[in-house]
Structures are given as C-alpha cells and as structure tokens.
C-alpha cells in the first residue's frame, strides 16, 4: 500500500487524495489538538486490570537481583570460587531472555486464535510454576530449567501491549500507553525488593493475584469467545505449523479478513517499517544503557565517574522515578500537539545530545582525574534528558499496534515485535560492553570508539524513521 502526505490530523485516512496538497506541521498539530478535547475516556476498569497484571513482567526480571549470587555460592554450584559466581548467574539470567525470545511469537499468535485471557491466565500460572520451582532449585541445571521455563512460557507482555491498542482508539491511545513506563519503571524498583525481602518461592504469590484480577475482572478483548478444546487444539497446531504462504486467494474477502493471516500476511509495508524502527530502537537503547552504567562505574583514571554500587543504585532509583513521573506528564500531549512521528524523530535528535554528552564528561574526567563541577552538570543534563528518549517506546508501541493488517492479527504484530526486540536486547549490552572495553584498552580515538558508534547508530535510526507514516491510521480500520 502506498502512503501518501496526510491533509488533516493523525486520525485522518492514510489513503488520502493524490490532489491534496501538503500542509505543515503547524496546521496539523492544531487540528490534532482541537480533535482531542473529544477524545474517547479511557475504559478505566479494564486498563487498571491490564496494568496490574503488567507489573508481574519487570518483577519477575528483577526479583532474583538480590539473591542470584547468594544462591550459587550457597549451593557451591561455583564450588565456593566467587571469582565465578557472576559466569553462572550470567546464564541463569540469559536462559530467561533466550527463551522468552525464542517463544514470544508463538503466545502472542495463540492469542489470536484463542482469545487473549487464556493465554493470559496460562502464562501467569505457567510463571507461579516455574518461579516455586526456581525457588526450590539447589543445582545449577535446575536453576537454568526453571529460569528458562520463566520467560518461555509466558508471552504476556506483548499481549497486554496489544490489548491496550484493543481498548483504546486513536484519540485516547498515547495516554493510554503512558502509563505502561511508568509501571514498568516502577516494578523494575520494587521486584528487587521484594526478591530480597522474601528470596524464595513466595514470590509467585504475584502471578497469582493476576491469574484472580484475569478470570475475575479481565475481559476479553480480541472478540473471540472461549474456545473448546478441539478448537483449541486446531489453533495450537495452525500456530505451530509452518505458515509461510500466503492467503488463499480463493476465499472471499470477508473470509481472508476473518482469518489470521500467515506470516507473510503480517509483514505489510507499514509492519515492516515499525518491525524496523523498533529493533533499531531497542538496540541503541540498550547499548546506551549499558554504556551508561559502564562509564559511571569506572575509575576517572580510565575517563569514567567512579561511583560506588550504593550510588549507581541511589542514582538509578531517582532516575527511575523521575522517568515515570515525565511519562504520565508529558508524553500523552506531546502526541497530541506533534503527532507521533514528528515526536518520534524529535527524541532520535535529542539522542544526539545524549550521546555528545559522554565525551565531553570523557575529556574532562581524563583532564582533572575527579569530578569537577562541569561534569556533574553534564551528568545532571544527561540524566533530565534520558526520559525524552524513553518516550520513544510509546512511540513504537503506537506505530507497531497501528500497523497490524486485521484486528485478529494484532497478536502475531505485537509478537513479531518483541521477538525482534529480544534480539537486540541480547546484543546491545554485550557489544557496548566490548566496545567500551576496546575503546579504553587500544585507546580508540582517544577512548571515544564507543561514542562515535552510538553516534552512527542514532543516524541509522533517524534515516529509518522516514519509512515510518507520516500520521498514523490504524491498518485494520481502513
């Protein structure tokens, strides 16, 4: 489908007449404005419940933190050798994120099939299993099964994601979507209390509140009712199965738009420039992450902060707050008065800022060998900067829900998104970390190697972001 310069706001069609000249941004973000003073109310119940349940996904990251280390040395799974504990937590940690990865896809297609409670309610069960099991684990092929078992068994973050797009329209969407960094912000703070304060298997009690608040409060919101077991079985086996082809072109057009679509199906112009932007995205973010933390735990000798593991910690926790406060404050009227991929690119320029910052605090450190006064202000302003870029995640979470060709294709969207998104979760922070190290060791460009490269990557990024509508329409309203 070609996509052409839209006329009015983001809620105007995107097949829009050939004739229509352009208008500017200006003209557009009015419009938009004055749209929303009618937005749709959020269904308040229902994205409270969705909500709730999402708060399980960080807390079952994060809750381990505390007690990993304690576990293997206690168990001698590193046979009392501490200089190994951090390889053996290392993989624990990995089997999570491998799994989740290799799985997501295939829940998040399920649920187009199924409905999205089931598979909900599945996941959340599967995860009190697996989280008592890795609680009672006392060898070291136990604690991968059960860590792996974690994150394979459960696909509900994409779910819910693409159930917040279900409940919502294009008026009410970014507001909705706001609140989902500031919940994963703050799990991400209290799952590793609550790991530290319990540190065994009582920390499945939380999937259990949600498994309550998914048979009790939640409702379905793909428009699929509860599926028997034959159906059931038939939609297992139609998502496993290999799904390469295309649509009968021999149905009609009411059936190929009731049907889910194959994978091809999925991978329209308009998914494949969200797909793109999103992995892209990721991978800069958490390159960036990782950088970050390198550069304030290393000495000033080495062109680092030097900050003590209490005050990455303290400094963390702030920056945690501070990014989800400045999520529910700004970012729903900054969709509303630039529309979401003129802010899109907006963030992808501030990065430039973000990234420029690091040399700079570089030559200065490297300069003096402590912290002066102007390295602490560049700190600050990297810091007070860092929640614009995290804005860019609604952004994707728009652009990719948006994009889905059918409503009962939302799921395998969604699905296909974060199966991307885990990939580059994986290969960001380990590739930072060795450039970093490169970068000091063999004195690349001074020790500004990794910079530059951050630098080129926020290029790509910028350039890819043209691929993206200029306003979003939801693909399966047209």
């Known amino acids: 489908m070609a996509f052409t310069h839209a006329r009015h706001s983001e809620a105007t069609p995107l097949l829009s007449d050939l004739h229509f000249k352009h208008v500017d941004r200006d003209e557009e973000a009015n419009q938009a404005d004055s749209r929303n003073v009618d937005a749709t109310p959020l269904p308040r119940a229902q994205l409270l419940c969705i909500l709730l349940i999402f708060m399980y996904e960080p807390i079952q990251i994060k809750f381990e933190n505390p007690f990993i280390n304690e576990l293997v040395l206690e168990y001698g799974i590193s046979m009392g ?27 998040c297609r399920l649920s187009d099939s199924v409905g ?53 329209d294009e008026s009410n969407q970014a507001k909705a979507f706001s609140f989902t960094p500031a919940v994963f912000a703050f799990s991400s703070i209290i799952g590793p209390t609550i790991g530290g304060i319990l540190s065994n298997p009582l920390n499945a009690s939380y999937a259990v509140i949600g498994v309550l608040i998914a048979v009790f409060f939640l409702k379905e919101t793909s428009g699929i009712k509860q599926a028997p077991s034959s159906q059931l079985r038939t939609a297992v086996a139609e998502v496993t199965s290999d799904q390469m082809t295309g649509p009968d072109n021999s149905k009609s057009t009411s059936a190929r738009n009731s049907a889910t679509p194959s994978i091809t199906g999925l991978l329209t112009p308009r998914v494949r420039a969200a797909l793109l932007n999103s992995s892209l995205f ?51 009227t900054a969709i509303r008065r630039l529309g979401t991929t003129m802010l899109f690119r907006m ?59 059918t409503r009962n294709s939302l799921g395998g969207t969604v699905g296909l998104g974060q199966t991307l998104d885990g990939i580059m979760r994986a290969i960001g922070p380990s590739l930072a970390g060795a450039l970093f190290a490169v970068s000091i060791e063999k004195n690349l460009l001074g020790g500004n190697f990794v910079y530059l490269v951050l630098m080129c990557i926020v290029f790509v990024l910028f350039v890819a972001s043209f691929t993206l509508p200029r306003v979003v329409k939801r693909a399966s309203n047209e």
Request: proline share 4%.
């Open 282 to 332: 990721t991978f800069f973010v958490y390159m960036f992450g990782f950088t970050l933390l390198a550069f304030i735990a290393t000495p000033p000798l080495y062109g680092g902060m030097g900050l003590s593991p209490t005050e990455i910690g303290i400094v963390l926790s702030i920056a945690g707050t501070y990014e989800g406060i400045f999520q529910l404050g700004l970012f729903p």
């Open 116 to 168: 999205r409670r089931l598979v909900i309610i599945f996941g959340l069960c599967a995860s009190a299993i697996a989280t008592v099991g890795f609680g009672l684990s006392k060898t070291f092929p136990a604690l991968l099964i059960f860590r792996a078992m974690t994150g394979g068994m459960n696909g509900n973050l994409g779910i819910l994601k693409g159930m917040i797009a279900e409940i919502t």
């Open 81 to 107: 050798d501490q200089k190994s504990v951090a390889y053996y937590t290392g993989l624990v940690n990995s089997s999570f994120f491998f799994a989740q990865c290799a799985s997501v896809f295939l829940w």
């Open 347 to 405: 963030i992808i320029a501030g990065n430039v800022v973000l990234v420029a910052c690091f040399p700079l605090m570089f030559h200065f450190l490297k300069q003096s060998g402590r912290l002066s006064s102007i390295v602490v202000f560049l700190f600050v302003l990297q810091l007070s900067i860092l929640p614009f870029l995290k804005m860019g995640n609604g952004c994707l979470s728009i652009f990719l829900t948006s994009a889905a060709p």
